[in-house]
T-cell receptor, first 112, second 114 residues
Framework: EAGVTQFPSHSVIEKGQTVTLRCDPI?????LYWYRRVMGKEIKFLLH????????ESGMPNNRFLAERTGGTYSTLKVQPAELEDSGVYFC??????????FGPGTRLTVL | GENVEQHPSTLSVQEGDSAVIKCTYS??????FPWYKQELGKGPQLIID?????GEKKDQRIAVTLNKTAKHFSLHITETQPEDSAVYFC?????????????FGQGTTLQVKP
């Protein structure tokens, strides 16, 4: 079974630019999550999809972040416009039930 | 808000010794507690988890204990090996596990010296 994949693995952009991160969950996993780890701190929850619906987006920092999961398969997380404090590693996770989340390798975002 | 405190932030042990990482959570409704291991360049990998109706769970050299009254849970690694070196994260559910949202500790960098 293929794991969670994320693209790109690294992204370096300038402040004010737009970046889109992609996550492909494990096939058959209805639950998809986005998390972020900033500056070596704890991993923080951003949002949770069940199929194509946003179940919980309480962790989204502000309206510069937009997550979508059209068709209930892969998901994208767009940051527009990016700010310096958005730098960090963005993880995607998926699961069949809310327990047992499998994480992807992450996308390291650097905003200059 | 809900939070999870994890200690120590770094831990160095000699190969063959035991390692213990402790976490404390604040949300009394939390009922699922996973532990993740993150190796360099990889994403967090689930290594063991425990539910609130269980006090202890063991899987080979890894064990987790839970004290619901004190809101503490701990990871125990026995007979440590160099490949156990990694960053370990504890987590707790936000409320009941039906929500899916995990609250993570700050992470512990474990170094096992050969």
């Amino acid at each position: 079974e293929a794991g969670v994949t994320q693209f790109p693995s690294h992204s370096v952009i300038e402040k004010g630019q737009t970046v889109t991160l992609r996550c492909d969950p494990i096939s058959g996993h209805d639950n998809l999550y986005w998390y972020r780890r900033v500056m070596g701190k704890e991993i923080k929850f951003l949002l949770h999809f069940v199929k194509e619906s946003k179940q919980d987006e309480s962790g989204m920092p502000n309206n510069r972040f937009l997550a979508e999961r059209t068709g209930g398969t892969y998901s994208t997380l767009k940051v527009q416009p990016a700010e310096l404090e958005d730098s960090g590693v963005y993880f995607c996770a998926s699961s069949r039930t809310p327990r047992g989340q499998f994480f992807g390798p992450g996308t390291r975002l650097t905003v200059l | 808000g809900e939070n999870v405190e994890q200690h120590p932030s770094t831990l160095s042990v000699q190969e063959g010794d035991s390692a213990v990482i402790k976490c404390t959570y604040s949300d009394s409704a939390s009922n699922y507690f996973p532990w993740y291991k993150q190796e360099l360049g990889k994403g967090p990998q689930l290594i063991i988890d425990i539910r609130s109706n269980v006090g202890e769970k063991k899987d080979q050299r890894i064990a987790v204990t839970l004290n619901k009254t004190a809101k503490h849970f701990s990871l125990h690694i026995t007979e440590t090996q160099p490949e156990d070196s990694a960053v370990y994260f504890c987590a707790a559910t936000h409320g009941s596990s039906n929500t899916g949202k995990l609250i993570f500790g700050q992470g512990t960098t474990l170094q096992v010296k050969p």
